[in-house]
């Protein structure tokens, strides 16, 4: 794989746990967020997470190109039971 279609995006869940995942731009977010959730051990239900970067919700059906994210992109987990 070209490495120079690889965009690595880092995740923080409430500010502590952190890591990284590579992935293609054309990737789709809810694919890209279900391996971060694995990494860090989050139960993929999506409908209970707030997912952030730079202040908006992102839309999960967007590539990670559309949704504007660049290499080592910082994407916040917040966990929110209420959501």
Known sequence: ??????????FTYNGKTKTTIQCGKDELMR??????MNKL???EN???L???????KLDL?????GSGLKNN?????????FF
């Open 1 to 10: 794989m070209d490495k120079s279609k690889n965009i690595n995006l880092d």
């Open 50 to 56: 707030l997912i952030v970067f730079c202040g908006k």
């Open 41 to 43: 051990g989050i139960s």
């Open 46 to 48: 999506l409908e209970k």
């Open 61 to 65: 059906n967007f590539s990670v190109e």
């Open 73 to 81: 992109s910082n994407i916040d987990i917040i966990y929110d039971g």
């Open 31 to 36: 694919n890209v967020i279900e391996k971060g």
